[in-house]
């Protein structure tokens, strides 16, 4: 998988340069996340701006870093969200699971407050 991590001090900025978070990637996602917790680093935020289309899988690993996240008292936030993959997330009502920002600069922020 193509994956950028850099350490913002406030959240570790996890970015999918994928078109595609699906079966054959997201078990990727899910060590990376899982390693970046272990190193204590317990905010993340992934931009999504590159991913075009997710499948349950893809939800399922982002799903995973947010209870993990949520276990260690972090928190995991999405930005960059395409219109369908926005609309994917609407559908399964997972919108009102996790924070949604416009752009990385903003979800970094939101630790901040």
């Known amino acids: 998988m193509n994956l950028q991590t850099e350490d913002k001090g406030v959240a570790v900025l996890l970015t999918l340069n994928e078109e595609r978070l699906d079966a054959h990637n997201s078990g990727d996602l899910k060590t990376q996340m899982l390693k970046l917790f272990e190193q204590g680093k317990n905010n993340l935020v992934v931009d999504m701006q590159a991913v075009r289309f997710v499948d349950s899988s893809g939800l ?7 209870k993990n996240a949520s276990s260690r008292n972090g928190s995991l936030k999405l930005t960059g969200l395409q219109l369908q993959v926005k609309s994917m997330f609407e ?3 997972l919108h009102r699971v996790f924070e949604i920002y416009n752009d990385a600069e903003e979800a970094l922020g939101s630790f901040q407050q």
Do not use: D, M, N, Q
Not at 60 to 66: D, E
């Open 91 to 93: 559908l399964t009502r």
């Open 60 to 66: 399922g690993a982002l799903v995973s870093g947010f």
